[in-house]
């Protein structure tokens, strides 16, 4: 197959973006959060776990744990019995109290909006920083998720596994403006149409721009 040139592969993935945003006009990250603290926590519990199931747990914490202040002061064992129907318990609690630790210790209980800082913090990798960074600083952020990571593959933007270099790659081929909404959309695109197992190729709104297309 021929080789894409840089210039038709941004002009191929705008047009993606456009197609995108009509069909998930509106996009807002689906964990219940009124701050970004809560964004923060909730999103930490998310890894490897359902929005669904986070949504239950934390209206009982943050109800606990109005603040990173209280979370910082909580016993470990008491933030386990709340979230203990996560899976993986132990380590998220102890995460969520050395992460409330550092935001006392170190930012005076404010989440910090820098992506160095928020990923100096216990349990927050670039994925999260960049949720923190795009829906609750409004900063631009590429979040490479599992959906992300494979319907970037199978568009033909990247060739990589790691997802930060999959983050370098889609940064390259977009503008700054577009970075936390394509990566929301993709999102979702990959949870209704693109599915890991059984694409639906025949109705998706990308088939005629992926080369992954099967029609
Ligand atoms: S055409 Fe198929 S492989 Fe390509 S994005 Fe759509 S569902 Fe995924």
């Excluded at 199931?53 to 934390?58: A, G, P, Q």
């Excluded at 992506?115 to 631009?140: C, H, Q, S, W, Y």
């Amino acid at each position: 197959m021929k080789r894409e040139t840089v210039k038709k592969k941004k002009n191929r993935i705008q047009t993606i973006v456009s197609r995108l945003a009509q069909a998930f006009p509106e996009v807002r990250v689906p964990l219940h959060h009124r701050n970004p603290y809560e964004l923060l926590v909730a999103t930490i519990l998310s890894a490897q776990c359902t929005d669904e199931m986070v949504n239950r747990v934390t209206p009982d914490l943050f109800q606990r744990y109005a603040d990173p202040r209280d979370l910082a002061q909580a016993p470990v064992r008491e933030i386990e019995k709340v979230i203990r129907r996560l899976g993986l318990f132990r380590s998220r609690a102890r995460n969520l109290k050395r992460c409330a630790q550092q935001l006392v210790k170190e930012h005076g209980g404010d989440v910090p909006a820098i992506m160095e800082d928020l990923t100096r913090l216990a349990g927050v990798g670039r994925k999260t920083a960049n949720v923190i960074l795009g829906n609750a600083f409004g900063i631009p952020g590429i979040v490479v998720d599992t959906h992300v990571k494979r319907l970037s593959r199978r568009l033909g933007f990247t060739r990589q596994d790691d997802p930060n270099k999959i983050e370098r790659d889609l940064m390259e081929l977009l503008p700054e403006q577009d970075w936390t909404g394509f990566s929301h959309r993709l999102i979702l695109h990959g949870r209704k149409v693109c599915h890991a197992r059984k694409p639906q190729c025949q109705i998706c709104t990308l088939n005629d721009l992926c080369p992954s297309a099967i029609l």
